[in-house]
C-alpha cells in the first residue's frame, strides 16, 4: 500500500510539474516591454554619463612625471605656507572629472583651494599606474576607490587620506562637506 501511495504521488507530481502554461502574445508583452524599457533605461544613463565625461576638463596627465611634479609643488608649499591636496583618480573616472568640475567651477570653494593648497591631479590609469608615487602614501595593495585626496603639510608631510563618496551627494558633491573637507584637510 505505501509503495502504491508513493507511486501515485510521484506519477501525480509528474504530471503537474510537466503542464506548461501557456500565455497568449498579450500576456507576453508586458514581460518584453519591461525587459526593453529596463534596456533602454540603462543604455539612456551610460549615453548621458558619457556625454558628460566628454565635456568635462580632463585634469589627469598620464604621461606626467609625478614624482618630479610633486617634489616642485613641495619645494613652492615650504615658500607659500601653502598645504598640497593631491586628488588621485583618472580622466576615465567619471567621479573625479565631477569633483575637479565642482571644486573649480564653485567660487567659494575654488577660493578656498586658491587660498591654501596647492593642487595636483595624481593620475591613475592602465597607461600610467604611478605605483611608486601612490606607494608613498597608501597600501597599494589595498583596493583604492577614485578619486581620493592625499593632503599633505607644507613641508610635505602626510596629513591624511581621505576618500570621497563621504563628500558626495547624489550624482555630484555636497558643497557644505567639501567646504568643510577642504577648510579642515578631512571630512
Known amino acids: 500500500m505505501k509503495k502504491l501511495s508513493i507511486v501515485a504521488f510521484l506519477g501525480l507530481s509528474l504530471f503537474a510539474f510537466s503542464q506548461e502554461t501557456i500565455k497568449t502574445q498579450e500576456e507576453r508583452k508586458p514581460e518584453n516591454a519591461l525587459l526593453v524599457k529596463s534596456d533602454h533605461a540603462e543604455l539612456d544613463a551610460k549615453k548621458k554619463a558619457g556625454e558628460e565625461k566628454a565635456k568635462l576638463p580632463k585634469p589627469y596627465d598620464p604621461k606626467a612625471d609625478a614624482q618630479a611634479d610633486i617634489n616642485k609643488l613641495k619645494a ?37 583651494v586658491d587660498k591654501n593648497y596647492l593642487y595636483y591631479h595624481l593620475n591613475y590609469s592602465p597607461e600610467n599606474k604611478n605605483e611608486k608615487v601612490f606607494s608613498q602614501y597608501i597600501n597599494i595593495n589595498e583596493q583604492q576607490f577614485y578619486p581620493f585626496f592625499i593632503i599633505l603639510d607644507k613641508d610635505g608631510k602626510k596629513l591624511n587620506v581621505q576618500q570621497s563618496e563621504v563628500l558626495e551627494e547624489g550624482k555630484g558633491y555636497s558643497k557644505e562637506k567639501v567646504k568643510k573637507f577642504l577648510q579642515t584637510g578631512k571630512a
Open 76 to 112: 613652492q608649499a615650504k615658500k607659500e605656507g601653502k598645504n598640497i591636496i593631491i586628488q588621485a583618480g583618472g580622466n576615465w573616472c567619471i567621479w573625479c572629472l565631477r569633483f575637479n568640475n565642482f571644486v573649480q567651477s564653485t567660487p567659494e570653494l575654488k577660493e578656498i
